[in-house]
């Protein structure tokens, strides 16, 4: 496994972390397994957030099983995407005591003193920055949170609220794949007439690099918005051939390869997977054993259907 200095702490957090949206199913005794798992190839940071229903709780209950675990695991979420009370749907609420309230309930649920770090979920149109900096401020006051990021941001939205905050903003979680790739097209297609250039997202990984700023990857074995695994998938053929004769160059999976594509990206980068399976965690955690050359990179990029200039 390889490793960041995460924060202002410096915290050495894993390159890949576990994505826990998915457990819903799981019981805490499997959670726990799944947990130690992570750790057992390396990976010491765990993902969750209250909107991913029961997996909070979950967690909570897997390390009231396991003495010691918590303390062995580099623990993240989020908040501020809530249920509408009348709509079938979802609102964003990043106010003052919002802020303080799901943090004090997410606390409860994972059955821990602190969170190692906290994220914004998704941009709410009426945060007001002065409002989240106090509530941050108090929550690392209180020692209820040691470190603060944002997830899905672009680069106005954190400029005006670093302005704001006593500390950097350690990370941006964003949508990342071999098979979702926006900023990467906007890059490449600079000042050009065609569909891959407009910007939509203001240069977030310029911005990350310049700031110290983790990049943490979401659904990185997916394409579209939840589309599904792009294994496999006959839309993605070109794709699943390069990953495989990559994999078999450096005897190892298409799952490394796919994860270890994704952490190529020069700066601090880190992949959530959100397999609940131990073996699958397992060949994920292997991404950080090879090196992908520059070559390769650019074969998996141009594999997944995408033209460069
Ligand atoms: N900030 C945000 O807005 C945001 C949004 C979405 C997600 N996230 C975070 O990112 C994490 C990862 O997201 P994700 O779950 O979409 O990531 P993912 O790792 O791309 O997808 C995980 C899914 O892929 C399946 N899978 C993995 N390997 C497979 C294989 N070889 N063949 C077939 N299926 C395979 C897994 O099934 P098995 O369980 O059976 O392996 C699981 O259902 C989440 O847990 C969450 O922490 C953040």
């Known amino acids: 496994m390889r490793y960041i200095e995460f924060g202002p702490q410096k915290t050495k957090v894993s390159e890949v972390i576990?994505?826990?949206?998915?457990?819903?199913?799981?019981?805490?005794?499997?959670?726990?397994?799944?947990?130690?798992?992570?750790?057992?190839?390396?990976?010491?940071?765990?993902?969750?957030?209250?909107?991913?229903?029961?997996?909070?709780?979950?967690?909570?209950?897997?390390f009231a099983l396991t003495p010691g675990l918590r303390d062995?695991?580099?623990?993240?979420?989020?908040?501020?995407?809530?249920?509408?009370?009348?709509?079938?749907?979802?609102?964003?609420?990043?106010?003052?005591?919002?802020?303080?309230e799901s943090v004090e309930e997410s606390l409860r649920a994972l059955q821990t003193d602190h969170i190692d770090s906290l994220l914004?979920?998704?941009?709410?149109?009426?945060?007001?920055?002065?409002?989240?900096?106090?509530?941050?401020?108090?929550?690392?006051?209180?020692?209820?949170v040691l470190d603060f990021g944002v997830s899905n941001?672009?680069?106005?939205?954190?400029?005006?609220?670093?302005?704001?905050?006593?500390?950097?903003?350690?990370?941006?979680?964003?949508?990342?794949?071999?098979?979702?790739?926006?900023?990467?097209?906007?890059?490449?297609?600079?000042?050009?007439?065609?569909?891959?250039?407009?910007?939509?997202?203001?240069?977030?990984?310029?911005?990350a690099y310049d700031h110290d700023q983790a990049i943490q990857a979401w659904s990185v074995l997916q394409h579209g918005y939840f589309g599904g695994v792009f294994f496999n998938n006959p839309d993605y053929t070109e794709l699943n051939e390069a990953l495989d004769r990559i994999a078999?160059?450096?005897?190892?999976?298409?799952?490394?390869?796919?994860?270890?594509?994704?952490?190529r990206y020069p700066g601090k980068m880190q992949a959530i997977v959100g397999t609940t399976r131990p073996e699958r965690v397992a060949e994920a955690a292997a991404a950080c054993d090879f090196e992908m050359s520059r070559e390769e990179w650019y074969e998996v990029y141009l594999s997944a259907g995408n033209r460069l200039p």
């Open 120 to 144: 914004l979920h998704r941009p709410d149109a009426l945060m007001v920055p002065e409002e989240i900096a106090d509530a941050f401020q108090q929550l690392h006051d209180e020692g209820k």
């Open 72 to 100: 062995r695991v580099w623990l993240q979420t989020k908040l501020g995407i809530r249920k509408h009370p009348r709509l079938d749907a979802n609102y964003f609420d990043f106010s003052h005591d919002y802020i303080i």
């Open 248 to 263: 078999a160059d450096h005897d190892t999976t298409r799952t490394a390869v796919a994860v270890n594509w994704v952490l």
């Open 18 to 62: 576990l994505g826990t949206m998915r457990i819903w199913e799981k019981t805490p005794e499997e959670v726990a397994t799944l947990i130690e798992s992570a750790l057992g190839v390396g990976i010491n940071a765990v993902d969750t957030a209250p909107i991913y229903g029961p997996s909070e709780g979950k967690i909570g209950a897997a």
């Open 153 to 207: 941001q672009n680069v106005a939205m954190m400029r005006r609220l670093q302005r704001y905050l006593p500390f950097p903003i350690a990370a941006n979680q964003v949508q990342l794949s071999a098979a979702f790739t926006p900023a990467f097209d906007s890059f490449f297609n600079v000042n050009m007439q065609n569909e891959a250039s407009p910007m939509r997202d203001d240069g977030i990984f310029e911005y």
